[in-house]
DNA sequence: CTTCTGCAGAAGAGCGTGTTACGACACGC
């Protein structure tokens, strides 16, 4: 974990513990922006530490903040958190991820029943300390009790790959139920982030007893959560919770715009909105007449609701497409107007065929390529570094580029590369001699072992590889495995300023297991001036499916059309192959 | 805890749903 990482979940563990002892909402609030400001930032905070007026400068973070991040650049911890560490067992703070359980319920779970972690609550549970508890009737016991199985059986957030699919799945199956004439999903899965807390479905229908019905009887549900008129929740058989909520079609923007998120981006709509005499909910934008009652309940009609873009509109406010809604930038800022969309995309440069791990021959490759309407498809075999992956010996290799000229010759509409995905070394050699690579199309040159070396290590490796003469694109630069394994972290500002300084791009891999480039790092690779390529990396015909989760994670780093180099025509691209350095 | 307006003190998003006890509270987004 970077530096800034990690000061920014003992931020994190600060807010939770916070909530746990009843600290107040705006504190605990003000606490947990300072987490995700520290996230963000593109400057390791142990090198500005030291100057607390440039600490300060940073919007958010304030004397109390100063404080502690300096404690913690100095000793590794800081006195509110050690302080807050010895009062509140740690195994609190895991609670507070169980459906159902907030702060103030495992507080008094905490003070009231001895409860300190899930082993305990579970005690608390089956021994009947619970139920003498006020407020704790038999129906909170058994959903306490469920979602604690639950918890143990699951990750708590699903990967974009699994959720995605399953989302197009419910929405398609929805839509034939009578009366419903529109629904679509929102929240973070909208946002594409890469993995999501559960699947917001928002629906219009004229019957929505209809469609609740169909959508709790859904064969695959496991559980009904909730079940009302405009909102009902159930969890999946998938390990995922998913949130129907049912609206008019005239508020559907505020709807989309509220259920979308983020959360943060609501905040400072909702901001925008009452500095303007106004307020923003999820039925749309209103005037502030001063009534507290909620202004769709006294009939009052909203200046904004159809959609996200008329109500934008009225707060004076730029669109923000759904990947754009982190609230990282000042919410006035004009995003990028030709932000990446799939249809730019005009090539995949990195594939794999039976010669390495793949399951498709060139041809069959070939097929797939053409099929999407690609100009340009590359072959990237693995090296021989990888026996595991079948990698291919300098002969191999060599019988491969004449196989892959031979398909290569059938087909005219299409541009067949011979390429490799070249193993990085530990210490940034490639796994091909310099005389090999060079009788190649296009090298991709990829991290896969040694994942686990140190930042300055990893730093200096990949900074090696791009800047090699012959490597045309670094794969999946960490090597990172989501939920399963962190890969590199390297200095991404450095590694993208000497990929920039080399005109070598930095891959974007597809698949949602990767996607790495992650969004944050496609970020620093476009400040720092370097090209960004989206491949699918596929192993199989279904893989090259795997662009929209690229695609998804390049808009939300901001990526354009013209920076990425799977947008280019066929003869801008060969031009830059040919002109790497 | 931080920011903002005015230098000390206020303000900080807003709503539906479920549970429990019939108005209030917690939760989740």
Request: aromatic share 4%; net charge negative.
């Amino acid at each position: 974990m970077t530096q800034n990482q990690e000061l920014a979940t003992r931020f994190e563990e600060l807010a939770a513990l916070m909530e746990i002892v009843g600290a107040n909402t705006f504190r605990v609030s003000a606490i947990r922006k300072v987490a995700r400001i520290l996230e963000d930032l593109d400057v390791d905070i142990t090198t500005i530490a030291h100057d607390t007026k440039e600490l300060k400068a940073i919007d958010g973070i304030g004397d109390g903040s100063a404080t502690k991040i300096q404690q913690w650049c100095e000793r590794g911890s800081f006195d509110d958190l050690d302080q807050l560490r010895e009062d509140v067992p740690e195994g609190l703070i895991d609670l507070l991820s169980i459906s159902g359980l907030g702060p103030k319920t495992v507080g008094r779970l905490w003070r009231e029943a001895d409860v300190t972690d899930r082993a305990t609550l579970k005690a608390a549970i089956d021994d009947g300390r619970l139920a003498n508890l006020p407020r704790m009737g038999a129906k909170t016991i058994a959903n306490i009790n469920e979602a604690l199985e639950f918890a143990q059986q699951h990750a708590d957030r699903t990967p974009l790959g699994v959720a995605m699919p399953l989302a197009e799945s419910l929405v398609e199956q929805l839509l034939q139920v009578k009366g419903v004439s529109s629904i679509q999903y929102a929240g973070s899965l909208r946002r594409g982030c890469e993995t999501i807390g559960d699947i917001d479905l928002l629906a219009v229908t004229e019957h929505p007893e209809a469609l609740v019905a169909a959508f709790t009887d859904e064969a695959h549900t496991l559980k009904v959560l909730a079940r009302g008129d405009t909102k009902a929740s159930i969890r999946h058989a998938l390990g995922v919770q998913v949130d129907l909520r049912i609206v008019e079609a005239d508020a559907v923007g505020g709807a989309l715009l509220y259920f979308t998120g983020s959360k943060e981006h609501n905040v400072l709509l909702r901001e925008r909105a009452r500095s303007r005499t106004t307020r923003l909910n999820e039925y749309g934008l209103f005037p502030d007449d001063g009534d507290d009652t909620p202004p769709q309940q006294r009939g009052i009609a909203p200046i904004a609701a159809a959609t996200e873009d008329e109500i934008y509109t009225a707060l004076e406010l730029p669109f923000h497409p759904p990947e754009l809604r982190e609230a990282r930038d000042d919410i006035t800022n004009e995003p990028a107007d030709d932000l990446i969309v799939r249809a730019d995309i005009g090539s995949d440069l990195h594939t794999h065929t039976t010669a390495s791990d793949g399951v498709l021959s060139i041809e069959e490759l070939v097929d797939e390529a053409r099929r999407r309407g690609y100009h340009t498809l590359a072959i990237t075999d693995h090296s021989p570094s990888q026996p595991q992956a079948n990698g291919l010996s300098i002969d191999r290799l060599l019988k491969h580029i004449k196989a892959i000229a031979q398909v290569a010759a059938n087909h005219q509409d299409i541009c067949v590369l011979a390429g490799t995905e070249v193993d990085i070394l530990s210490d940034g050699r490639l796994d091909y001699p310099d005389d090999v690579l060079s009788q190649l199309d296009l090298v991709v040159a990829s991290p896969h072992a040694a994942l686990r070396q140190d930042s300055n290590a990893a730093t200096e490796r990949l900074v090696r590889a791009a800047s090699h003469p012959l490597v045309h694109i670094i794969g999946h630069p960490t090597g990172r495995m989501i939920g399963r394994r962190p890969g590199l972290e390297p200095n991404m500002k450095v590694v993208a300023e000497a990929a920039a300084d080399h005109r070598t791009a930095l891959e974007i891999n597809a698949n949602p297991r990767r996607l790495d480039l992650g969004d944050k790092h496609v970020r620093i690779a476009i400040e720092s001036g370097a090209m960004i390529a989206i491949n699918t990396d596929a192993h199989t015909a279904e893989h090259f499916d795997f662009l929209r989760y690229g695609i998804l994670t390049g808009r939300r780093g901001g990526l354009t059309a013209p920076r990425c180099i799977n947008t280019w025509a066929n003869d801008t691209l060969m031009d830059w192959l040919k002109t790497s350095v």
